[in-house]
């Protein structure tokens, strides 16, 4: 693609992050395969973990099993029910997946990349997307926004002085919070304290 350029890329650069979109090429059981998704695209973006609860719901019904027998078909309930608690630990993974609006997802196994690179990679998805978002925002205003914004707002309920009531204060900070003068007693006031006050 024109003017795009490589961000991050994995240390097999299987998985890469480009200024326009997220590839990930694969070979998984003999099959190859190439995701790419355009940053523009990217739904979410995330570190997650992969487990087969399957082997657990396995490992709670043979100890079940394991309480009410006796004997060697106890002890063989109970060696199976750990040998699945095992299995369960074993298969859990940890992956980053990436999913985009269309339906594809890019699934990174994790264990050949370090926590560090995959918190880099995610960081520099979510600040590329954020460019895209500030490119957008910077874009012209299209007519029809700009003439519903002439549209007169209802006007700003101005405050009045809490001490003589007058009307018409005048501001005289903003930050941290607005602060009045009222013109016909010299009373200063903060809107945010009035206003907890009253609240
Ligand atoms: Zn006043």
């Known amino acids: 693609m024109e003017g795009e350029q490589i961000i991050l890329s994995s240390d097999t650069e ?9 590839r990930y090429s694969s070979t998984a059981f003999g099959n190859a395969s190439l ?17 087969n609860p399957i082997a657990l719901v396995v490992a709670a019904i043979l100890f ?18 750990i040998l699945c608690v095992v299995a369960f630990v074993l298969t859990r993974r940890a992956v980053l997946s990436i999913s985009s609006n269309g339906g594809h997802s890019i ?7 370090s926590s560090d690179v995959l918190t880099r990679f995610i960081d520099t998805l979510e600040n590329q997307k954020m460019g895209e978002a500030g490119v957008v925002a910077s874009m012209p205003i299209p007519n029809d926004i700009v003439e519903r914004s002439q549209i007169p707002m209802p ?14 204060p005048v501001l005289i900070e903003t930050e941290p919070s607005n602060k009045w003068l009222c013109e016909s007693c010299r009373h200063e006031w ?4 009035v206003a907890d006050a009253e609240g």
């Open 14 to 22: 299987a998985l890469v992050l480009t200024s326009k979109r997220v």
């Open 35 to 51: 995701v790419s998704i355009t940053l523009d695209a990217v739904a979410s973006c995330g570190f997650i973990t992969k487990s």
């Open 64 to 81: 079940v099993l394991a309480i009410v027998e006796r004997g060697q078909i106890q002890l063989l309930l109970v060696i199976f029910a």
């Open 107 to 113: 699934v990174v196994p994790a264990n050949g990349m």
């Open 155 to 168: 006007e700003f309920d101005m405050p009045r002085c809490p001490q003589c009531r007058a009307a018409d």
């Open 190 to 193: 903060n809107e945010t304290a």
